[in-house]
């Protein structure tokens, strides 16, 4: 569907706007020449906003069609879900509509109550140091369970080559994506339909188990498509496998269990989407190339640069790199690593490492030598990339992906070609985190707010899969 057809539906926006102006429905359906009544169905989303009301609103109130586009608040949807998924809201099951809508129609009061929690789980935090306490979220006990684990799973690994050969042998030739297809309607009679955005609405995938269907928005992009039936062919097709090792790890609670079976299923979908060997000797050939293993697999930039960080199989080991994904207020969203990188916990990144600065420059790739406080050296690449399924009014790039390894492997990569490795250029970095101010980073710059992280998928959601807790 090209995007000049889709239908767009701003009615929180729209009402905001006219709220700022001071104007009534009536007011503001005079200036734009349209009928009250009309109007009041696109601000309840009953009707979508047309091209020609859109520049209507430009021309009348000289309004950047931009920031119509934009949220209004700091609160996404993500974190207030995150905020509700919280024990402290057991019980309350605050459906996902009501959250959307919060945040699109009340930006001001989703960012206060964002606010208040995020004060109250710093203190719960405080007081649980304070008192030796070890009662860690869901999302930070599996966080804890895979950093154990070097965020590698060998029988997953096994379980998604043997998978790709299967694939393979099956549909030979084909592109991936079909090939998932082809066995999910062959071996589980599960078709797979992509949908417009506007029937879709906030979800991007979705799983209809009557119907045995997943649904898919036009928003996704290939790579997205195409781990998105990884992730449904793998939860279909080793369900078994995935349980017993999620209860096998002996989460402390079922919300927890559920949580780590999401995040293993997403590590089985990566392995069979990027099998190990294939993709462990296309990065050794290639340097690292990150364009070359994107274009070899068929995958997005964070794609592979995530699996880059499991590749700790003994026979065949890749360089240990480690992850971390921000946005541009330098919320932490993402935290992996095959080795021992230095991660502030509670804090973003260091100002001084060129992840920020990655923003000014999008969808290039920019390198940097850092050294940590212990004196660790580190070969860094760092590199902005979209959200999974932005729209037409969504501003790209604003994620960015650090990804690096200890300065010893740097020689294996080819972004080091041409570097004086043996007497390097070093950026001294540090934590910035709200519970040591003692780095002279600190002093200059405001420490960022690390929100509870997630077990986010191998796309680019900032959340698990909403069909994959099972």
């Known amino acids: 569907m090209d995007t000049a057809d889709r239908k767009l539906f701003l009615g929180g926006r729209l009402k905001r706007l006219r709220r700022d102006l001071s104007l009534t429905q009536t007011a503001m359906a005079a200036d734009l020449g349209v009928s009250p009544s009309y109007l009041n169905h696109i601000e309840r989303n009953q009707r979508p906003v047309s091209a020609q009301l859109l520049l209507r609103l430009a021309d009348t109130y000289d309004v950047d069609l931009r920031t119509l586009g934009q949220s209004g608040g700091t609160a996404s949807e993500a974190e207030l879900a995150e905020a509700f998924a919280d024990p402290l809201f057991q019980g309350l099951s605050v459906p996902r509509h009501e959250i959307v809508q919060m945040a699109e129609d009340q930006p001001a009061a989703a960012d206060a109550l964002l606010r208040l929690y995020r004060a109250f789980a710093d203190r719960r935090t405080r007081d649980r140091t304070e008192t030796g306490g070890d009662d860690d979220s869901p999302a930070d006990w599996v966080r804890d369970y895979i950093q154990t684990r070097a965020n590698h799973f060998p029988e997953l690994d096994t379980l998604g080559e043997a998978q790709a050969t299967a694939l393979d042998a099956a549909t030979p030739g084909e592109p991936f994506e079909t090939q998932v297809r082809a066995r999910l309607q062959s071996a589980h009679g599960l078709s797979v339909r992509t949908l417009p955005a506007d029937v879709m609405v906030e979800w991007t995938r979705r799983f209809d188990f009557h119907r045995r269907r997943l649904l898919l928005s036009e928003t996704l992009g290939p790579s997205s498509r195409a781990f998105a039936v990884a992730f449904q062919l793998a939860l279909s097709e080793h369900d078994a496998e995935l349980t017993a090792m999620a209860e096998a790890a002996a989460a402390p609670d079922e919300a927890t269990r559920r949580l780590l079976k999401v995040a293993l299923t997403n590590t089985l979908a990566a392995a069979i989407l990027m099998p190990y ?15 070359r293993l994107q274009a070899r697999f068929g995958v997005s930039y964070e794609q592979a640069a995530h699996r880059l960080t499991t590749l700790s199989r003994p026979t065949a080991r890749g360089v240990p790199f480690f992850l971390m994904r921000v946005d541009q207020a330098g919320n932490v969203s993402k935290r992996y690593a095959s080795g021992s990188f230095p991660f502030s916990r509670f804090g973003g990144a260091c100002p001084r490492w060129r992840l920020h600065s990655a923003f000014r420059t999008p969808g290039r790739i920019v390198t940097q030598i850092i050294e940590t406080p212990d004196g660790g050296r580190w070969f860094t690449l760092a590199r902005t ?10 501003e790209g790039h604003d994620l960015a992906i650090g990804l690096g390894c200890e300065l010893k492997h740097a020689h294996r990569l080819t972004y080091a070609r041409g570097l004086d490795l043996a007497a390097p250029e070093v950026t001294p970095i540090g934590p910035a985190c709200r519970l040591c101010h003692r780095h002279p980073c600190a002093e200059r710059a405001a420490p960022p707010v690390d929100r509870p992280l997630t077990v986010d998928d191998w796309s680019k959601s900032v959340s698990p899969y909403p069909f994959a807790a099972t």
Do not use: H, L, N
Request: net charge negative; hydrophobic share 30%; no cysteine.
């Open 277 to 291: 060997g294939p993709f462990q000797r296309t990065a050794e050939e290639t340097g690292y190339d990150m364009a």
């Open 385 to 394: 990339v979209d959200r999974q399924g932005s729209d037409a009014f969504t």
